[in-house]
């Protein structure tokens, strides 16, 4: 089968399609690439095909398309020039290549009112600057869509980009340092290593001047950070713990610089070097913490329509910027879009889901003259709306300032841990000062290198590596068995957790209505009454319809099929009316009664004008592991507490199916948090897990937080982890995780405090030279690193889990 000579796509057989190139008949695949090297070619640019050194991307199909019909309102992302022009930059994922890049500009060039286009290959973006009175953005987008090429406007990324700078710069101040170590560290060993008579003064003299050549660079550019963050808390009149560190790097700097011009005294340019790049290893073990998952964080403007269909005084609608939007217009909300904008139905009836404010995926009906919220999806059927609120007015924007706030509340013992931070600092400096002054007078020609020792062995690169080591060994096991850590602070809290609150619909449950119980009439068959059922509800969007994508519909052609919000679905079925729906409706429909149990669930009857079928049971599913990992977090000493914005009867049948004792339902995000704050208040430290946006204010106010992996995005974001695995039992190994994790971290503190409480005496006796206190620095650093490491051990996750099992 040969290839599209377009996209390299397989040709299939007997596609008519082709395009002679350089006079020779090529294949491909459909009419898209067709048009598209037809129109290549018309452009006077078949040089592309030449220089191209990987097949074209197919051409943009739906999403291309949807953005066109956006593309005037879209105009609003461009920003004004000097000269009157507009520019946007434009993400364009098909750039592949020189020979892409190179068509992209010359099909842009070639387009009317197109003032300047320049792709930048590495980025995959494409910067076009256009005069407004001659075209748009919309001409822009079909001049690349004709020539292959999907684009869409590039939003902000100014933080991600920062990131990755913050990132990639720390790296390779770690790489000069750890050249630096390696290679002062040979120029020194001649001398450790040279009789008692040493080298010689010509060789000792280079190799003192070696070691300033490679200490230098690890000095000067390096351990540059170190002397910006003291410099920087220096002028804000706080010691920060980068000052003693860069006190004893620059005179141990200074003191061998003059040591190797004087050729008087020893130099310590490998134990500096050392110094600088154990303490870079441990900030960059914490910058890939904190950075693990910032790359795709997403705002708000993910949950709202960039625009929305304005309708004017004579009906027509017009697509607009959703922020040009004034209380009391009209906006049309067609069926499945997200509404816009807060406001009241005048004309139409739908049912809208409401999930990002409730957390309840069940849609409700809403009907002229009812209200809807900004952020809800609407159903099948379209709405007229009056606007009411729109951008930081809306319910919506409420939920999202109140997380915004409870976020912005510091617990005690993170403020508690900045003062004590600043303390130590104080002190460190001062006992170095002591023994300097003690030594100067005792003996003047050892009080520098004393001092030296003295903030050598008590600078807290142990105590830095301690906790980060620990967290990136665990977070990494935690990632790969499904659990997420967006934040340092995350396995500390879950080790101490007391009491779990925790959400029903999307969290305990997938939010995915299933078939519980089938109730046939009498004479009808279980297969019959779901097969019916199934016909009446194929092709309908709604998750009552998505219980029964796996069920075998009727034979019987289906006519006339009617959806009534609320109530349910009536059409013919084989010559006959059959209905699907709430039983009050259903015997309004057809006069048929069916009785019917209470329970947790929604009940649906079935029944045609003739008789009644039978009822089926739907309720929602239940994530896997879920009753297990209630019963483990249970055993490990954590209070479960359910609470819902679902209905109470609904969230109390779930909460005795799982073993909950205590459980809530119907509450609005302020009772949920006004619960936490009632646990908190008692001193309990408490984990919240939701995935709605609803749950939000609870969330982000927690001491730690996790959201599952179905959560909205903005749920994700605000969360301190997320539970990547559909099996609920991730939370409860995490905690078992955390709590190893906590003994290793006490372990290295333990250690780290041991010797610095022996070596610091030790070096203030003049016991331990410089090079002596560097290493036993990084051999201290070493053994937390390996002690760390035990939590990446198969044998230490298995215990962990026979902990949890057993308990």
């Known amino acids: 089968m040969a290839d599209c000579f377009h996209c390299g796509q397989p040709v299939p057989a007997g596609s008519p399609y082709q395009v002679v190139v350089a006079g020779v008949l090529r294949p491909l695949c459909c009419a898209g690439c067709q048009a598209v090297a037809e129109t290549i070619l018309e452009g006077g640019l078949e040089a592309f095909y030449r220089r191209r050194t990987a097949p074209a991307p197919p051409p943009p199909e739906r999403v291309q398309a949807a953005l066109l019909e956006e593309a005037d309102a879209l105009e609003d992302l461009a920003v004004p020039c000097a000269d009157g022009s507009l520019a946007v930059e434009l ?48 001409a822009v987008l079909r001049a690349l869509a004709q020539v292959g090429y999907a684009a869409v406007p590039a939003r902000a990324a100014e933080e991600e980009r920062a990131l990755a700078r913050e990132s990639r710069d720390l790296l390779t101040r770690l790489g000069v340092a750890g050249i630096g170590m390696m290679q002062a560290g040979l120029a020194a060993l ?66 061998s610089l003059h040591a190797t011009l004087t050729g008087r005294g020893e130099t310590y340019f490998d134990s500096l070097a050392m110094f600088t790049f154990f303490l870079l290893l441990g900030r960059f073990l914490e ?100 606007v009411a609120a729109t951008g930081g007015r809306t319910r919506l924007a409420q939920v999202l300032d109140l997380a915004a706030r409870a976020a912005a509340e510091r617990p005690p013992l993170a403020l508690l841990a900045d003062r004590l931070a600043g303390r130590f600092v104080v002190a460190v400096l001062l006992a ?52 997420l850590v967006r934040r340092g602070h995350v396995l500390e809290a879950l080790a101490g957790v007391q009491r779990l609150l925790i959400d029903k619909t999307g969290t305990l449950t997938l939010g995915r209505m299933a078939i519980a119980e089938v109730r046939p009439a009498a004479g009808v ?113 954590i209070a479960v507490e359910l609470v819902s914005g679902d209905r109470p009867e609904a969230v109390a049948a779930l909460a005795a199916r799982l073993g909950i004792r205590r459980a809530a339902g119907g509450l609005r995000p302020e009772d949920k948090l006004q619960r936490l704050e009632d646990c908190l208040a008692r001193g309990e430290r408490v984990l919240a897990v939701g995935d709605g946006i609803n749950d939000l204010p609870l969330l982000a106010r927690a001491p730690v937080s996790v959201a ?57 006796l003049g016991l331990v030279p410089p090079w002596a206190a560097a290493l036993g620095m990084s051999a201290s650093s070493l053994l937390v690193v390996a002690n760390a490491l035990r939590l ?15 308990c």
């Open 708 to 764: 599952v992996g179905a959560a909205a995005d903005l749920t994700r974001l605000t969360a301190d982890a997320v539970l990547l695995a559909e099996d609920l039992r991730g939370l409860s190994r995490a905690v078992a995780q955390a709590r190893a994790t906590r003994r290793v971290i006490r372990q290295n503190l333990s250690w780290a405090l041991l010797y610095n409480g022996l070596a610091l005496p030790a070096a203030a």
């Open 432 to 483: 170095a000062a002591g023994v300097f002054a003690a030594w100067w007078l005792v003996e003047p020609e050892r009080a520098l290198w004393v001092a030296l020792s003295v903030l050598v062995v008590s600078c807290p690169c142990a105590l830095s590596l301690a906790t980060p080591a620990a967290l990136a060994v665990a977070t990494g096991g935690l990632r790969r068995r499904g659990f």
């Open 525 to 637: 068959s279980e297969e019959r009454l779901l097969a019916v059922a199934a016909a009446l509800e194929r092709g309908v969007d709604h998750p009552i319809a998505r219980a029964f994508e796996g069920v075998a519909a009727a034979a019987e052609p289906v006519d006339g099929r009617r959806v009534l919000p609320g109530r349910g679905i009536e059409a013919v079925l084989g010559g006959e009316w059959v209905a699907c729906g709430a039983a009050s409706w259903v015997e309004e429909r057809f006069g048929h009664r069916f009785a019917l149990p209470d329970g947790d669930g929604t009940w649906l009857v079935v029944a045609s004008a003739a008789s009644p079928l039978g009822a089926v049971r739907l309720r929602d599913r239940l994530r896997p592991g879920a009753a297990a990992a209630v019963a483990e977090l249970s055993a490990q000493g």
């Open 190 to 255: 001649g001398g450790y290593l040279a009789p008692p008579g040493g080298v010689g003064a010509p060789w000792e003299g280079l190799l003192r001047l070696a070691g300033l050549a490679v200490a230098t660079p690890v000095v000067g550019f390096a351990a540059a950070p170190f002397f910006r963050n003291a410099w920087r808390g220096l002028r804000a009149g706080r010691a920060g713990m980068d000052l003693p560190v860069a006190l004893a790097i620059a005179l141990a700097y200074v003191a």
């Open 287 to 386: 910058l890939r913490l904190r950075h693990r998952n910032a790359r795709e964080a997403e705002g708000l403007s993910s949950l709202l329509p960039a625009t929305a269909l304005r309708l004017g005084p004579d009906g027509c609608s017009e697509r607009v910027p959703v922020a040009r939007l004034s209380p009391g217009e009209r906006v049309l909300v067609p069926g499945g879009a997200v509404i816009p904008c807060d406001g009241r139905i005048l004309c139409g009836a739908s049912e809208v889901v409401e999930a990002v404010l409730t957390g309840e995926e069940r849609p409700a009906v809403r009907r002229p003259g009812d209200l809807v919220r900004a952020g809800t999806l609407n159903g099948p059927n379209p709405l007229e709306v009056e």
């Open 91 to 138: 993400a364009v994922p098909g750039l592949h290549c020189a020979a892409c890049a190179w068509l992209v500009e010359r099909r842009l060039a070639a387009e009317q009112g197109v003032v300047e286009a320049s792709a930048n290959l590495g980025a995959r973006r494409v910067r076009v600057r256009w005069d407004p009175g001659r075209t748009g953005l919309g």
């Open 792 to 806: 990446a051990n198969p044998v230490e996750r298995e215990a962990v889990r026979w902990k949890v099992s057993t």
